[in-house]
C-alpha cells in the first residue's frame, strides 16, 4: 500500500474520469469477444422478471466476468430516504460495512459526474482511505443508470496497482446501459415487490419472496459453482407461550425473534418467515462451517434476549420473564444436494433432529447422512 502524505493536497477528481463512446471500438470487440458475449447475454435476460436485488447481484457477476476484481460495492438510490444505500458487498469485511452502508466518496464522485472513473492508490487522499479501508490499490467505478439518471454506483477493487484500463472501463459503461431498462422496470416494481413479498406480522420477506429468492440463488450457485447454506428455525415451545399467555403476545414473541434474527446479517442475506413460528435463512457464497458458526451465534443470541410477558397478560398480574430459544436445521447446496426440494427437506430433516435431541441446538444434515452411513455400513 502506499502511504499517504498529510501534506499531499486532494487532486480533482475529475482526474480519475475515463472518456467513453457510446459504441465498442472494433479493435475491443475483436480481441475481447468473451466480454463482449457477456454483454449479449445480459440483453437476452432483458424479459426475465426478477427483484431489484437480484438484477443488481447479476450485474455484479457479469462485471466480474468482464475484468478481475477481488471485491465489490454496488450502492442504489433509496427514495424514501434520500440516500444511496449499499445494497452487494461481496469480499468486503464486514466490520467496516456500517461506516460506508450509505455511500462512500466514490460513490459521491459518481454521482456528481456520472462518469466511469478508475481510480489509482496515491493520487487523492479521501480515496486513499476508502481504498485502504477495503484493501485495496485501485479501483474501477461505473455509474448505474435508470432512464438515464445515475441512481448508484458499481466499484470494482483490485489490490493490484493500476489492475484496469481505459477499455474496462468502456466494457463495464456498455453493461451499465444494457442494464438500463432492466432496472429501469425493476426499480419501477420493487415498491410493489416489498408489500407483496413482505410478512406484515414480522416485517420480514415472506414465504412466496424466499421460493423465488431461493430458486435465483440455486441457479447463481450453480453458475459460480459456490456453495451457499440454508437455515431453518422453529421456536421452541412456541405453542405453550401461545396458549398459556394468548396470540397477541404469541405475535410479539414473532417480532422480537424477527429482530433477533435481523441483526448482523449481511445485505446478501435473506431472512424470511416460513410459516408459523418457523423462519428461514439463506446465506450466500457460505460454506457449512461458516453457516454453522452463524446459526449458533443466532442461537446464542436468542438464548440472551429473553421476553418479558407484560403484568396484564399474566394471571400473577406482575410482569414476568419468559425465556426463548430456538431449534436450527442447516443445510448445504452445491456438494451432495443439487435441488431445491432436497435443500429444503434436508434443512428440514435436520431442524427435526434438534427438536429430538432437546431443542436449542444445531443440526447439520450432512451430520445425519454421515449417521446414517454408519449405521447401513
Same mark, same amino acid.
Given at each position: ?26 479493435? *475491443? ?11 449479449? !447475454?445480459?440483453?437476452?435476460?432483458? %424479459?426475465?422478471?426478477?427483484? $431489484? ?44 460495512? %456500517?461506516?460506508?452502508?450509505? =455511500? ?40 448505474? #443508470? ?25 466494457? $463495464? ?9 432492466? $432496472? ?9 415487490? +416489498? ?24 441457479? !447463481? ?8 447454506? +440454508? #437455515? ?22 414473532? !417480532? ?13 442475506? *435473506?431472512?424470511?418467515?416460513?410459516? %408459523? ?5 439463506? $446465506?450466500?457464497? *457460505? *460454506? ?28 400473577? =398480574? ?10 436450527? =436445521? #442447516? ?8 435441488? !431445491? ?37
Amino acid at each position: 500500500m502506499v502511504l499517504q502524505n498529510p501534506t499531499r493536497k486532494p487532486a480533482a477528481p475529475e482526474q480519475f474520469i475515463v472518456e467513453v463512446c457510446s459504441e465498442l471500438p472494433q479493435a *475491443t470487440m475483436q480481441h475481447r469477444w468473451q466480454h463482449v458475449n457477456v454483454l449479449l !447475454r445480459l440483453s437476452m435476460m432483458a %424479459g426475465l422478471q426478477m427483484q $431489484l436485488d437480484a438484477t443488481l447481484n447479476l450485474l455484479c457477476d457479469y462485471a466480474r466476468e468482464i475484468i478481475s476484481s477481488d471485491k465489490a460495492l454496488v450502492y442504489f438510490w433509496n427514495e424514501a430516504d434520500e440516500q444511496s444505500q449499499l445494497r452487494i458487498s461481496p469480499g468486503i469485511d464486514p466490520e467496516i460495512l %456500517g461506516t460506508i452502508a450509505s =455511500g462512500n466518496i466514490l460513490d459521491y464522485w459518481c454521482m456528481k459526474f456520472g462518469k466511469p472513473m478508475l481510480v489509482q492508490e496515491g493520487k487523492d487522499p479521501e480515496a486513499d482511505k476508502l481504498l485502504n479501508a477495503v484493501g485495496a490499490s485501485s479501483a474501477a467505478v461505473i455509474p448505474v #443508470l435508470v432512464n438515464n439518471r445515475v441512481m448508484g454506483s458499481m466499484q470494482y477493487f483490485s489490490k493490484r496497482h493500476n489492475a484496469f484500463d481505459k477499455e474496462d472501463a468502456q466494457l $463495464l459503461w456498455a453493461l451499465a446501459r444494457v442494464a438500463e431498462n432492466v $432496472l429501469a422496470r425493476e426499480r419501477a416494481n420493487e415498491g410493489l415487490i +416489498l408489500f407483496a413479498f413482505t410478512d406484515h406480522l414480522t416485517g420480514l420477506r415472506s414465504r412466496g419472496y424466499f421460493e423465488q429468492q431461493l430458486e435465483l440463488e440455486v441457479k !447463481r450457485s450453480e453458475r459460480k459453482q459456490q456453495e451457499f447454506v +440454508l #437455515l431453518m428455525l422453529d421456536i421452541d415451545h412456541f405453542k405453550c407461550l401461545n396458549d398459556t399467555y394468548g396470540h397477541h403476545i404469541g405475535d410479539q414473541v414473532l !417480532r422480537q425473534v424477527a429482530r433477533v434474527l435481523m441483526e448482523d446479517m449481511r445485505e446478501v442475506d *435473506t431472512v424470511a418467515r416460513y410459516g %408459523g413460528e418457523e423462519f428461514v435463512i439463506i $446465506l450466500p457464497e *457460505t *460454506t457449512e462451517e461458516e453457516g454453522f458458526a452463524v446459526a449458533q451465534r443466532i442461537r446464542k443470541a436468542m438464548e440472551n434476549s429473553g421476553f418479558t410477558i407484560p403484568a396484564a397478560a399474566n394471571k400473577s =398480574g406482575s410482569p414476568q420473564k419468559e425465556n426463548l430459544s430456538i431449534s436450527i =436445521g #442447516l443445510s448445504v447446496f452445491g456438494s451432495n444436494i443439487k435441488n !431445491r426440494r432436497e435443500l429444503v427437506e434436508s434443512a428440514d430433516a435436520a431442524l427435526y433432529a434438534a427438536k429430538n435431541q432437546g431443542r436449542n441446538t444445531v443440526v447439520k444434515h450432512s451430520d445425519i447422512a454421515k449417521k446414517r452411513a454408519q449405521e447401513v455400513s
